[in-house]
């Protein structure tokens, strides 16, 4: 990036611990500060990122997969979140996801928002 150009992006640090930080206050509205001080509601700043991350994963089963691509309707998504979230910051995600398109408002039983702690458990007791 040339020098200031940075000014012109959004930077948004730990942006997932902010959501806990205003859970008292917790509103669609609720509003995230980039490092570079301009803000964006969080729901648009979470919802980017799981677009993202959706977009990067069926990319990826694509490019190493010889089978034709996932149906949107057989993937069931599971989103962690930590532990101390209360149930407006947990539904709050469910929104953000329904926003990103990860999963229809139609379809609530393809999304599954699970705690971090419970999910790691699970993993390691398969490894």
Known sequence: LEENEDKEYYYFDRFKMLLHASYKNLARGVQL???????????DVFSHALRFLKQHMMAEIARTSSTSPIPDE?????????????????????????????????SPQQLIIAL?????SLYCREQ
């Open 74 to 106: 057989d993937i069931r998504w599971v989103i962690t979140v930590p532990a101390i979230w209360n149930d407006a910051a947990k539904q709050f995600m469910r929104e953000a996801a329904y926003e990103a398109n990860i999963v229809s408002k139609t």
């Open 116 to 120: 971090e702690p419970e999910s790691a």
């Open 33 to 43: 500060t980039a490092k570079n001080g301009k803000t964006l509601p969080a729901i």
